[in-house]
């Protein structure tokens, strides 16, 4: 679920904002290319019971991978330190804090910037299932964004990456498999957005973009 606080940024100097881009149609995430791919690989597998099921599971797959729920995890493969290693992780975007317009002003360096914008912290969860150690600054949490309403928020730089219950990337030095961690996105989005989607997708990840909903709460 979606949870508002008022006051839940700690103080901090002023960081900037990037402008918010077009909206993007989620369709764009399946939709026609991903119907033609499963088409193609049921041709290439053969007709018959076995090739239809896999196209099956495989449509399934997107369908989950697009509407998954608060807390529910899928699982990507991600290249890390420049390419050099392949982890499998287990995704799980957890919750979204939303604050106030007045939280939002108190970010930026000019408090017009952050007129009729909150800021929304995403707590994604990564659990390491495989691939070898992760060492040094991970890079799988760069991939999460915020969407409210269609439309992707604006990433908010420099924001406090170490709120409670977020993990700080620049501590995690050694990640084995098996571990997890917490890591939090924060972007600017419209104040009283109706709903919100967190999504993980990378241009290396191998798999259809995760895509969590979340509704606005009160």
């Known amino acids: 679920m979606l949870h508002t606080k008022s006051a839940w940024l700690r103080a901090a100097a002023p960081v900037a904002v990037l402008a918010m881009p077009l909206a993007l149609t ?20 053969g007709s018959g019971a076995a090739s239809g099921a896999t196209a099956q599971k495989n449509a399934a797959d997107r369908v989950v991978s697009s509407g998954l729920k608060p807390g529910q995890s ?11 290693l392949t982890v499998t992780y287990e995704i799980a975007a957890q919750k979204v804090h939303v604050g106030t317009e007045a939280d939002a002003q ?26 070898g150690e992760v060492t040094g600054l991970p890079d799988v949490d760069n991939q999460a ?7 992707r ?41 109706k709903s919100m989607e967190v999504h993980w997708a990378a241009d290396d990840a191998d798999g259809d973009p995760l895509i969590w909903k979340f509704a606005q709460q009160g």
């Open 153 to 193: 928020g604006g990433l908010l730089i420099g924001a406090a990456e170490n709120l409670p219950g977020c993990d700080d990337p620049i501590d995690i030095d050694s990640w084995k498999t098996g571990q997890s961690h917490v890591i939090c996105q924060t972007y600017m989005i419209p104040k009283g957005a």
């Open 26 to 45: 989620l369709t764009a995430c399946g939709g026609k290319k991903d119907a033609s791919g499963a088409q193609v690989d049921a041709a290439k597998s």
């Open 74 to 84: 899928g699982t990507r493969k991600f290249r890390e330190g420049s390419g050099k």
């Open 145 to 151: 964004e915020i969407y409210a309403d269609g439309r």
């Open 106 to 131: 108190k970010l930026v360096s000019d408090p017009k910037d952050a007129k009729g914008l909150v800021a929304a912290t995403a707590f994604v969860k990564y659990t390491n299932k495989g691939g």
